[in-house]
């Protein structure tokens, strides 16, 4: 039997990819996710990998294609193919599956679960698997509640953060900027602990920034916060280039066009307005190339490989594609995703302390330790 306290089940999975499911990616491995320890996340992916997961969507009759950086999507480019698929997986396999049912609380009691709904059910158990996802877009019904769950079956709990999170910024360049997009690269510098540098497309929005590098950055940027670490945020416009690089072209532009404003040459590597906000951000708004001083040359360099961004917050949890934090993943067995604590239960997904970069991983994770616990629970039932 499937509880789910939704209305209709794989909200999340109709929302994702733009509509599309970015059901998982070509290539995906432990150092594709943060949380808990690694050998534990590779010996999960490697019990399911991508191969077999595009098998089983094969043969509920979701084919996948691939797309930009690895990204697997099905053919019918609609997330709703996903869910029906799977949907009718389980009709054939005859799961029961009951929606509106939210569950309040789950008890061993001897050798059996009690597993009581909102709806006054009580349903009797002898193995439970917990797959009540993190707290990312709580309206799907993914609010967290399942922590408590597992709390009180003996669980901790890593306190949780948003992940793949659009970023609030501070002053005024972003929305000047809004609905421009480009490659970046986004340095997080946390006090004490080795840069992490990721690379792809920023889009300047409204409120801040967004984009897959920015997604990809936040949950970095709000780990730091929550341990009330130093954070900075930088970025550089012009990845795969070096300061000399830049410098010696802007040398070569100066001699070549002389009168020409900064702007107008930076124009030629990056979005017209983007160069003008880098000129206004380093002062040069007045200067042509042939008066550009080797300080203030040095200055506009500095400027296009490390601004900071004024990062006051993420979008939260109502914006944001996954959680970090959650059930600490030594307290579950990687070989059947059985908890270490309470005999009987299982947990996937989500709800563990694993969180995977953009791009299919956390669907993946999903899958794997799925089939994981499956299997697991499959085999207990024959023995
Ligand atoms: C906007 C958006 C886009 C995304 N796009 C992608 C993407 O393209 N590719 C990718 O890999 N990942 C994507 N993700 C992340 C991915 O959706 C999640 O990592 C994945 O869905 C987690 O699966 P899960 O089964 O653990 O939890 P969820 O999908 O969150 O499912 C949990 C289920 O448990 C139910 N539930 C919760 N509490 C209870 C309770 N107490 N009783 C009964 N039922 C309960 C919920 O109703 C829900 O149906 C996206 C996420 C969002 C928010």
Redesign the pocket.
């Known amino acids: 039997m499937c ?4 209305r209709r ?5 109709l ?4 509509s ?6 070509r290539v995906v491995s432990e150092r594709d996710f943060w949380g808990g320890s690694s050998r534990t996340i590779r010996s999960v992916l490697r019990a399911f990998p991508v191969e077999r997961t595009i098998g089983f969507f094969r043969e509920i009759g979701v084919d996948l294609h691939e797309e930009e950086n690895g ?1 697997l999507f099905p053919d019918s480019n609609s ?1 709703r193919t996903v869910v029906e698929g799977l949907l009718r997986e389980m009709a054939r396999l005859g799961v029961d599956l009951r929606c509106g ?4 609380a789950v008890r061993r009691d001897s050798d059996a679960f009690v597993v009581t ?2 709806s006054g059910g009580e349903f009797s158990a002898r193995a439970v698997v917990l ?4 707290r ?2 709580p309206k ?7 922590y408590a ?1 597992a709390a009180a079956l003996g669980h901790g709990y890593v306190p949780t953060t948003p992940a ?1 999170a659009p970023l609030l910024l501070d002053g005024e360049r972003h929305s000047e900027l809004s609905g421009v997009a480009m490659p970046a690269r986004l340095t997080v510098r946390v006090e004490g602990e080795s840069d992490v540098k990721l690379d792809g497309a920023l889009l300047w929005t409204h409120f801040g920034a967004s984009g897959p590098v920015v997604l990809d950055a936040s949950r970095h940027w709000h780990r730091a916060r929550l341990e009330k670490r130093a954070v900075d945020v930088l970025l550089n416009l012009c990845p795969g280039e070096t300061f000399e690089s830049i410098e010696a072209s802007l040398i070569e532009e100066a001699r070549a066009r002389p009168r020409a404003l900064p702007a107008t040459v930076l124009a030629k590597r990056l979005p017209a307005a983007v160069a003008e906000s880098c000129v206004r951000a380093a002062g040069l708004e007045r200067v042509t190339m042939a008066h550009l001083t080797k300080d203030e040359r040095r200055r506009l360099i500095q400027v296009l490989l490390t601004t900071p961004l004024s990062v006051v917050d993420s979008r939260g949890y109502a ?5 970090a934090g959650g059930v600490p993943l030594d307290e579950i067995d990687a070989a059947s995703m059985a908890s270490r604590r309470c005999p009987g239960l299982y947990l ?5 302390d694993v ?2 970069r ?9 899958w794997s ?2 089939w994981v616990a499956g299997r697991a629970i499959a085999s207990a039932c024959q023995s």
């Open positions: 509880l789910d306290g939704a089940v794989g909200a999340k999975i929302v994702s990819g733009g599309r499911c970015n059901v998982t990616n990204k997330s049912e939210r569950v309040v709904t909102g797959a009540t996802g993190g990312s877009l799907s019904g993914s609010d967290g509640g399942g769950l793949l914006f944001a594609e996954a959680t996937v997904g989500e709800i563990l969180d995977g953009l791009g299919g991983f956390n669907f993946q994770w999903a330790s799925a």
